[in-house]
């Protein structure tokens, strides 16, 4: 991919999830914090992101290159707010210079609190004079976006924690006869960015630390209730609404010429106990491929799809008559890669009203569609694990059970661990499983024996 076409890349993305007026209330606990991804185009044509180096008098990792942020402040109303605010206290930034993109699952720092990295685009870089905070910020400069996927100017450190070893990534960087040494949290934050700005992963191992939330997740003062889990997914969905639908562009297609590219929906709804569930399928016996089992909509991209929402939509639509209005979007996750090397893209939707919605399953695709709680996949209840082999690599398949008046449904392999993923962003909370995912989900390899 070329530098012209990442910018187109970011600036499609950037069509599709704006964000919007703020909410007055902030949701959730204030103990998070939020940092901007802030990428422009420079003069070569190649992707850079803004970085920081902080003033050596601050009592917390002086000296430290990082990106800019901070912790989230009571009057903020969301992540993309604490971005960038502090950005501009920081460096001088105006929020009406940036064009935020989405916002990146949080990462954990040592202490247990999330860390938001929140994507935006630099409208116009020469519009931007930086004008550093003297008592935070020492520094202000610019890195290649695509350093932080290359194995040069890296070097690896060996930490442990709790007892188990980590990696800490860190990459020296020179720039108008000043080196910076860009490591920890900022460089993991990086790589993520750049590996989905690429679409390809690092070109070495990474083994993060496993850092796990400070809180009691059984505390009623800690616990997330389902009220605020919907208010959570609204005010998602604020930030993250589709606008209009671009114009259709060419599918991404193999070499051979067929599409390599699916996309599903996972549409959350409220019941009325207050428990957040998920529309699911069970595939018609008659088809070839995964015949009876459990999945959720969707399906190949088509010719004609602008991209991954508009598939999930219109594989809904024509799976169990979905009207795609009835749909708010949310979020995009990260693809998926199945054992056959297809990407499939997690489209996450909010059924904005579940009594207008009448199941219409197609005979030919769906045997039957039903509802499970999304919690279920958190839970180590009517769960096994079976354990596979790929390549010398063991990796763990779980299939949760679960009956539905009378009616038992096996949900597995990818489906599950698309619902593991989305139910660990929603709860903000890890499984009580070891989940030991196959690496061929995260593209790095294909399976296609098992």
């Known amino acids: 991919m070329s530098s012209p076409n990442m910018e187109q890349k970011l600036q499609t993305l950037a069509q599709h999830f704006r964000p919007v007026k703020p909410t007055t209330t902030a949701v959730g606990s204030t103990a998070r914090a939020a940092v901007l991804v802030c990428l422009f185009q420079s003069d070569d044509g190649h992707l ?3 970085l920081t180096k902080r003033a050596s008098t601050l009592s917390s990792h002086s000296g430290e290159v990082s990106l800019p942020g901070g912790k989230r402040e009571e009057g903020d109303s969301d992540d993309v ?3 960038l605010r502090e950005a501009k206290e920081e460096i001088g930034l105006e929020p009406s210079l940036v064009n935020v993109v989405t916002v990146l699952e949080p990462f954990m720092n040592k202490q247990g609190m999330p860390v938001i990295p929140v994507i935006g685009i630099l409208n116009a870089k020469e519009a931007f004079t930086p004008a550093p905070n003297p008592a935070e910020v020492e520094a202000v400069f610019d890195a290649p976006m695509e350093m932080f996927i290359k194995d040069e100017n890296r070097r690896v450190e060996m930490r442990e924690w709790m007892g188990n070893e980590y990696m800490i990534q860190i990459f020296d960087y020179e720039m108008k ?7 920890g949290l900022t460089a993991s934050i990086l790589i993520k960015a750049a590996s989905i700005v690429y679409e ?3 070109p070495f191992v990474e083994q993060n630390p496993s850092y796990k939330v400070a809180f009691d997740v059984e505390s009623e003062d800690n616990r997330m209730g389902s009220s605020n889990l919907e208010q959570r997914l609204q005010t998602l969905a604020q930030h993250f609404r589709l606008q209009k639908p671009i114009k259709p562009e060419l599918s991404p297609t ?5 599409i390599k590219r699916a996309a599903v929906l996972v549409c959350l709804f409220q019941e009325e106990e207050g428990g957040m569930h998920v529309i699911l399928t069970k595939r ?20 004609g799809d602008a991209d991954d929402v508009h598939t999930a939509l219109r594989e809904a639509k024509e799976e169990i008559g979905l009207d795609p209005s009835q749909v708010n979007i949310v979020t995009v ?4 890669v199945n054992k056959l090397g297809m990407t499939v893209v997690p489209v996450i939707g909010l059924l904005s009203n579940k009594e207008a919605f009448k199941p219409a399953p197609s005979a030919a695709e769906v045997e039957a569609i039903f509802y499970a709680p999304l919690e279920m996949f958190l839970k180590d209840e009517n769960r096994r694990a079976e354990e596979r082999e790929w390549m010398g690599y063991k990796y763990l398949l779980h299939h949760f059970y679960f009956d539905d008046h009378g009616k038992q449904y096996d949900i597995w392999a990818i489906t599950a661990g698309i619902l593991i993923k989305t139910a660990s962003l929603v709860y903000q909370r890890q499984p009580a499983f070891l989940e030991q995912r196959p690496k061929f989900w995260s593209g790095t390899a ?4 098992t």
Do not use: C, D
Not at 177 to 183: C, E, F, L, S
Not at 333 to 336: G, H, I, R, S, T
């Open 254 to 258: 193999s070499t051979s010429g067929s």
């Open 333 to 336: 996750l990260e693809p998926f």
């Open 48 to 50: 850079r992101v803004i």
């Open 284 to 303: 018609a016996s008659t088809l070839s491929s995964h015949s009876g089992e459990v999945a959720l909509p969707g399906g190949k991209r088509e010719q």
């Open 177 to 183: 006869n000043a080196k910076y040494k860009i490591w």
């Open 200 to 202: 390809r992963p690092p």
């Open 446 to 449: 294909h399976n296609t024996t």
């Open 81 to 83: 707010i604490t971005a």
